[in-house]
């Protein structure tokens, strides 16, 4: 069965320093993979997107970067972290077609 | 194009009541569509899915139909419990989609 890890599940962090939340999937290959932001008692926003290894696609322009160096890992980043930074973040994978995501269990991101 | 849109929350129930929450869409063709929740602290569950028109997905008491008449699906419960407590997300996704559109939650609140 496929599974997906996300850590760490919490971080605090100060303004200006940088950010590398990991994701991966195991059980699968070639899975579409996604980054989600949850701000306090909001919805979700899509940031970035990938369907192959090198492949990245941001939906919000904004301070974060990711990376997909291998097929089931992603890397969101940060080189210097803002205030607004803060939130919920998501990963989520899912097969090429219209099935569902399935996520992890998220990172709170707190920055101070 | 395509959005989806949830009443708003909070919904704030007593425990054994019936529970609807409304979700309709804006979709061009036949898209697939899907109920998350998200508990206090974790990330977004699957629920339960329905991927053509008069489709009934159903899981844990909770049933959702697909009615393309009306472009809704609405998730429903015969008798909730405190521990349905949580956030439930409407989401859709097309064929030859990357992305899923998730409504914006609505928060349950469940009370002995």
């Known amino acids: 069965s496929q599974t997906i890890h996300q850590w760490p599940a919490t971080l605090v962090q100060p303004v200006g320093s940088p950010l590398s939340l990991e994701c991966t999937v195991e059980g699968t290959s070639n899975p579409n993979l996604y980054w989600y932001r949850q701000a306090a008692g909001r919805g979700l926003q899509l940031l970035f997107y990938?369907?192959?290894?090198?492949?990245i696609s941001s939906e919000v322009p904004q301070n974060l970067s990711a990376s997909r160096p291998q097929d089931r890992q992603f890397i969101l980043s940060s080189k210097k972290l803002l205030l607004s930074d803060s939130g919920f973040y998501l990963c989520?994978?899912?097969?090429?077609?219209?099935?569902?995501?399935?996520f992890g269990n998220g990172t709170r991101l707190t920055v101070t | 194009g395509n959005s989806v849109t949830q009443m708003e929350g909070p919904v704030t129930l007593s425990e054994e009541a019936f529970l609807t929450i409304n979700c309709t869409y804006t979709a061009t063709g036949y898209p697939s569509l899907f109920w998350y929740v998200q508990y206090p602290g974790e990330g977004l569950q699957l629920l339960l899915k329905?991927?053509?028109?008069?489709d009934k997905g159903s899981n844990k008491g909770f049933e959702a139909t697909y009615r393309k008449e009306t472009t809704s699906f609405h998730l429903e419960k015969g008798s909730v419990q405190v521990s349905d407590s949580a956030v439930y997300f409407c989401?859709?996704?097309?064929?030859?989609?990357?992305?899923?559109?998730f409504g914006s939650g609505t928060r349950l609140l469940v009370r002995p």
């Open positions: 989401a859709l996704v097309k064929d030859s989609s990357y992305k899923l559109i």
């Open positions: 990938s369907v192959g290894i090198g492949q």
């Open positions: 989520a994978w899912r097969r090429r077609d219209n099935s569902p995501l399935h």
């Open positions: 329905a991927t053509k028109a008069d």
